[in-house]
């Protein structure tokens, strides 16, 4: 009898952690062929990320920039990495990037087991030079040890970044948040979930706001993004009439062999070039990842540069047309996408009840991690 609980379990833990029981609202966590999910993985890979011992001044973690009880991010305008160096880029949340196609504002990274390799030998981040000292402090280290020993089924000598990459990206896979009130609304059926307001302020989001359109909603599940990049008007702040000469001195220093992690995150100019540091499309200036609005209220300050502190000043912005005053002059550079909404402030108020809406309630689930 303890024995067939026991194994019906184990059967329902497995199943959680490699397909379905999604929270509301998600569709199933992409998981690489290569990379299953094991629980036992996750909680080294839980392990890893708050480890502060993979810094040049040991007192940096991943989640320094990404903090359970901030949402998975800082809440600061850009982050703040080893010995107080601040680097050019707000700290996007890890809730959900399970999801993202691509990783990082400009999507410089492919997959989270890639992302993960570099923020602690970034200059303004962990500011190793190499990841030699991570793998010293692993392989002096009993319990990681045994730890890798049983989840990779490797020796001392032979744990390598990949392992240690991946068991970070499969932690980041189960940190997924959903069923917020709009899920159980929309979703669930659940016509009492969100407030007169909140309903109202869905409407503005789908028609008048047009924010849908990249935020993303589906028939079954929303990531609130779609993935792909766009320049809002949100850079020029910083390069607005330079935009040229900024791509081409970059492109200069990239062919000198400049890193482009490092210069993105180091130089407030390079990083407003946004995807087209990537992709060297002169078309793709200034454009960036459109964020999921999952658990946004959570996550201020807003937008890649952090310039925007509340969710007011976002509704604002776009209400302007992608400018904080509706004088300040357009960027040809900016997405066809965002003009003018003429929202009266009723329904600015009731979109911003609208995004208070998607906060998960059970971010706590992954409180002492
Ligand atoms: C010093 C602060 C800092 C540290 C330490 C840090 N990050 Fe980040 N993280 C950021 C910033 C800033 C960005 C955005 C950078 C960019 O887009 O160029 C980011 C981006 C990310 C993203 C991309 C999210 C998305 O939606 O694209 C993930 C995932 C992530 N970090 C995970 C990690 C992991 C794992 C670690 C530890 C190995 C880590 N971070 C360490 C600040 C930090
Ligand atoms: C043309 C596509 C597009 C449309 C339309 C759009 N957004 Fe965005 N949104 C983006 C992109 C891209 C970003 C990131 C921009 C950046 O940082 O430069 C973003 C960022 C945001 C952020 C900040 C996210 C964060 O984590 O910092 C909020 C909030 C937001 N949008 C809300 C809205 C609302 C509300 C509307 C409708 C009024 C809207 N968006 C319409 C593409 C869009």
């Not at 691509?102 to 990274?109: A, M, N, V, Y």
């Not at 045994?146 to 499969?170: C, G, L, N, Q, R």
């Amino acid at each position: 009898m303890n024995c067939r609980i026991l194994f019906v379990g184990a059967f329902a833990m497995s199943l959680w952690v490699s397909a379905g029981a999604e929270p509301l609202g998600l569709p199933p966590v992409p998981i690489p062929a290569d990379n299953p999910q094991t629980e036992e993985k996750i909680a080294l890979g839980d392990r890893l990320f708050h480890d502060t011992r993979f810094s040049a001044d040991g007192e940096v973690s991943c989640a320094t920039c990404h903090e359970q009880a901030k949402g998975f991010t800082d809440n600061l305008p850009v982050s703040v990495g080893f010995n107080g160096l601040t680097g050019t880029r707000n700290a996007p949340t890890v809730l959900n990037s399970a999801y993202m196609k691509t990783l990082f504002w400009d999507g410089r990274e492919a997959d989270l087991e890639g992302q993960s390799m570099q923020p602690p030998i970034n200059p303004v981040e962990g500011g190793l030079p190499n990841h030699a000292p991570i793998l010293a402090v692993i392989r002096d280290d009993n319990e990681y040890v045994a730890e890798f020993a049983s989840v990779f089924a490797v020796d001392a000598a032979s744990i390598t970044m990949t392992h240690v990459s991946k068991a970070i990206a499969s932690f980041e896979r189960s940190v997924v948040a959903g069923n917020s009130s709009f899920d159980r609304y929309y979703y669930g059926g659940e016509v009492e979930a969100m407030t007169a307001e909140q309903i109202r302020g869905l409407d503005v989001f789908i028609n008048k706001g047009r924010c849908v359109s990249c935020h993303t909603i589906e028939q079954t599940q929303a990531l609130f993004t779609d993935n792909r990049f766009h320049n809002i008007g949100v850079g020029f702040k910083q390069i607005r009439g330079k935009e040229q000469e900024t791509a081409e001195q970059f492109i200069k220093a990239k062919r000198e062999g400049v890193d482009v992690d490092v210069a993105v995150l180091t130089s407030r100019n390079v990083s407003e070039l946004g995807r087209f540091a990537v992709t060297e499309n002169i078309t793709e200036v200034g454009a960036f990842k459109t964020s999921t609005l999952r658990n946004i209220d959570k996550t201020a300050p807003y937008m890649h540069d952090g310039s925007l502190a509340t969710l007011e000043d976002v509704v604002d912005f776009y209400n302007n047309g992608g400018r904080d005053k509706d004088t300040d002059p357009l960027s040809g550079f900016q997405s066809g996408g965002i003009r003018p909404l003429n929202l009266s402030d009723t329904e600015k108020q009731q979109l911003v009840a609208f995004m208070q809406a998607l906060t998960s309630p059970d971010l706590e689930r992954f409180t002492g991690r």
